[in-house]
């Protein structure tokens, strides 16, 4: 099994940047492709970003893409999202997640999931 922590959110300006971290531990991160998804109160948790094992492969919703980037370090064990041109409509709990797969854009194939960590996009 592997853990997530998150870290990296905060309160940021429209338009402003933000990057977060998702340290893994336990189980080598190398072993699962990577994701992370969002979830906005009173919302259905969103997929956000998704990369394969090697790296080689990435996914993004049209919302996010050309804004958001994940990016991962097997070597230190840490996935990253680096979120450009923010919107208030990004304001959500990003949360990291692993799955046993080549690559997952669905969240019922991640099973390990990080606590969160809160973005919030002011106007």
């Known amino acids: 099994q592997v853990q997530l922590v998150e870290s990296g959110g905060g309160l940021v300006q429209a338009g402003g940047s933000l990057r977060l971290s998702c340290a893994a531990s336990g189980r080598a991160v190398s072993s699962y492709a990577m994701g992370w998804f969002r979830q906005a109160p009173g919302k259905e948790r969103e997929f956000v970003a998704a990369?394969?094992?090697?790296?080689?492969?990435?996914g993004y919703p049209d919302s996010v893409k050309g804004r958001f980037t994940i990016s991962r370090d097997n070597a230190k064990n840490t996935v990253f999202l680096q979120m450009n041109s923010l919107k208030p409509e990004d304001t959500a709990v990003y949360y990291c997640?692993?799955?046993?797969?080549?690559?997952?854009?669905?969240?019922?194939?991640?099973?390990?999931w990080g606590q969160g960590t809160q973005v919030t996009v002011s106007s």
């Open positions: 997640a692993a799955a046993p797969s080549p690559i997952a854009t669905m969240v019922r194939l991640y099973t390990n």
């Open positions: 990369i394969s094992r090697s790296g080689s492969s990435t």
